[in-house]
């Protein structure tokens, strides 16, 4: 099982010409395997299993550069997707 998470405030970048600030919820992945007696190999993962995983960006954009302090446009994006879940089997066949 893995969890990850960013610490409050998330992540700022900045460039010459633009802040962008990116933050979403925490994610929760798992997976279960088994190798059966013939060798083959059953392996489920989930993935965003508790959370629904919400990611935002907002982007700041500046008249020339940030130390103009003229700010020309703020982009704001979110996006939400469901958990997902894979079975995979390897083996000689």
């Known amino acids: 099982m893995r969890w990850s998470n960013s610490f409050d405030g998330n992540r700022k970048t900045y460039d010459l010409v633009d802040i962008e600030l990116s933050a ?31 990611f935002c960006r907002e982007r700041q954009r ?19 997707s469901g958990p997902t879940l894979s079975l995979r089997v390897t083996g000689t066949f």
């Not at 919820?25 to 993962?45: G, H």
């Not at 500046?62 to 939400?80: A, K, N, Y």
Request: glycine share 8%; with cysteine.
């Open 24 to 54: 979403g919820d925490p994610f929760w992945s798992a997976f279960v395997e088994w190798v059966s007696p013939q060798n083959i190999t059953f392996r489920l993962d989930a993935d965003r299993i508790i959370s629904d995983g919400e």
């Open 62 to 80: 500046f008249v020339g550069r940030i130390s103009s302090g003229i700010l020309e446009e703020i982009e704001d994006q979110c996006s939400t």
